[in-house]
């Protein structure tokens, strides 16, 4: 079992999470339950399941929290494009948050790879 608050990675996620809520609130209204939903799922799907992971008795169950964490990388970033695409989002803010998307699709790519080893 590993405390996944002191997992550099959750705390990013934690933040993404806080600015995309942010974000989100400035959409139309009329997507409340359409890509807000969405993309706030997603967003919250990442530290969710780095916690869920952590709690989990074996490394091998970490590593597959860990990749459904990565999949909700991958499906806020493009969520977050469609958002850019509809002009709900301008191109700066999309930017700045695909950016830290990235990071920590990296951070928990790095993470999975070094629970692997360390399973092997």
């Not at 996944?4 to 809520?21: H, I, P």
């Not at 969405?38 to 490394?59: D, H, K, L, Y």
């Not at 850019?84 to 830290?100: A, G, T, V």
Request: no cysteine; net charge positive.
């Amino acid at each position: 079992m590993h405390n996944f608050k002191e997992l550099k990675v959750w705390q990013e996620a934690m933040e993404l999470a806080k600015e995309v809520y942010l974000t989100t609130a400035t959409f139309p209204a009329g997507e409340k339950f359409g890509l807000v939903s969405q993309i706030n799922r997603s967003v919250v799907s990442i530290p969710s399941n780095i916690a869920e992971g952590a709690g989990r008795s074996s490394n091998k169950e970490l590593s597959q929290f860990l990749s459904i964490s990565i999949g909700s990388a991958f499906e806020l970033e493009t969520q977050l494009l469609l958002a850019r695409n509809l002009n709900f989002l301008p191109k700066e803010k999309s930017d700045y948050l695909i950016q830290k998307v990235s990071k920590i699709q990296r951070m928990l790519s790095v993470l999975k790879k070094r629970i692997i080893e360390k399973s092997s």
